[in-house]
């Protein structure tokens, strides 16, 4: 099943990245490379904060999901078990006939 949730949190964050990371790129011809490379394991690792969010969203997400379904999955179980009213002097008439043919199978009249 894909998770359409977490790669559109995935997008949103590898796109900033990216912009991000092209802004240190216009940069790299006047500033030091020293710099540049504390610069780029910054940016790194935000990435990867990010990422550890994104997951926790996404378990949080999940999670909601499924309870969603076992609910919806409950309540359709309990429609079908439940039987459908029937009218109370059907039952009457249906019992009321079954005990007189038992009563001439006997050998009453």
Same mark, same amino acid.
């Given at each position: ?14 796109? $900033?990245? /990216? ?6 790129? =216009?940069?790299? =011809? /006047?500033?030091? *490379?020293? /710099?540049?490379?504390?610069?780029? %394991? ?5 990435? %990867? ?5 994104? =997951?926790? !969203?996404?378990?949080? /997400? *999940? ?6 379904? %076992? !609910?919806?999955? $409950?309540? *359709? #179980?309990?429609? !079908? ?9 059907? =039952?009457?008439? $249906?019992?009321?006939?079954?005990? #007189?043919?038992?009563?001439?199978? %006997? &050998? &009453?009249?």
């Amino acid at each position: 099943m894909i998770n359409y949730n977490k790669n559109k949190l995935i997008n949103t964050t590898l796109d $900033k990245y /990216y912009e991000t990371f092209s802004h240190t790129l =216009d940069t790299v =011809d /006047y500033v030091p *490379q020293k /710099y540049n490379e504390k610069i780029c %394991k910054y940016i790194f690792k935000n990435l %990867k904060r990010t990422f550890k969010k994104i =997951d926790k !969203e996404d378990k949080n /997400y *999940q999670k909601e999901f499924t309870k969603k379904l %076992k !609910e919806k999955a $409950k309540t *359709q #179980k309990k429609k !079908e078990e439940t039987p459908k009213k029937r009218h109370k002097w059907l =039952d009457f008439f $249906k019992n009321l006939f079954k005990r #007189k043919s038992k009563n001439l199978k %006997k &050998g &009453g009249n």
